[in-house]
């Protein structure tokens, strides 16, 4: 395997969940030196606290999750409305802002988020978390353009249908209707596995992908195509 990351401190948030532990596999392989954060990103001043705890870093893999509600529009409360956003939005602007400093001193930097696909498409019972992602995907697009002449590269991946124990945990996959649904749903008929998903963020975090600013890539066996 190619070292394309050598050299490179890469940044992994919640590394034990969501596709944390396959992307620190992976970049890893690639020869990134990984600083896996397993720490908690609830508090307002958590996010400040990882990025100084981590020191220098070349790329920061925002990577937000948990588990997705399925309430009705009628029936989302105000509480699950700002808990599904104090866990997938609050935490990103707050990252950026305290990351971003040090790569623009040294004139340099990627961040990548990996967020979710359901911004892309309409599903049911699921506008808080469909929001919260859509909220995600904007604020990347908009901060990428606005540092990219500064030779830092900010993007996101908009996944869904890859395998992961957040999302797709065995009991969920082993389910015929399950399995169903992806023959109906996505072209590809299966899921994405993780180290596929991996591998294009490896590929993001390389100076291979320099050119690519504020930019959402999907990642979802052409579920968003449907």
């Not at 050598?6 to 969940?17: F, P, S």
């Not at 104090?86 to 790569?103: H, I, Y």
């Not at 991946?157 to 969920?172: G, L």
Request: aromatic share 6%.
């Amino acid at each position: 395997m190619t070292k394309t990351l050598t050299g490179r401190r890469i940044l992994v948030t919640q590394a034990t969940d969501f596709m944390g532990p396959t992307l620190c596999e992976v970049l890893a392989e690639h020869g990134a030196d990984i600083v896996a954060s397993r720490a908690p990103l609830s508090e307002p001043t958590a996010p400040a606290s990882i990025i100084a705890s981590a020191g220098p870093i070349d790329v920061l893999i925002a990577n937000l999750a948990l588990p997705a509600p399925s309430t009705p529009a009628l029936e989302v409360l105000d509480t699950e409305w700002r808990e599904v956003f104090a866990a997938l939005v609050d935490p990103l602007p707050k990252l950026l802002q305290a990351v971003l400093p040090g790569m623009l001193e040294r004139g340099r930097g990627k961040v990548v988020v990996i967020g979710s696909a359901s911004a892309l498409r309409g599903m049911r019972r699921a506008s808080t978390y469909s929001a919260a992602r859509g909220a995600q995907l904007s604020y990347v697009q908009a901060v990428g353009v606005e540092v990219a002449h500064q030779n830092i590269q900010v993007n996101a991946i908009a996944q869904n249908f890859v395998d992961n124990p957040t999302y797709f945990p065995a009991e969920v996959q082993a389910n015929p209707r399950f399995q169903d649904r992806l023959k109906r749903e996505v072209p590809l008929g299966r899921l994405v596995s993780a180290r596929e998903d991996a591998e294009f963020v490896a590929y993001l975090c390389s100076e291979a992908a320099n050119c690519f600013v504020g930019q959402v890539f999907p990642v979802c066996g052409g579920w968003v195509s449907r």
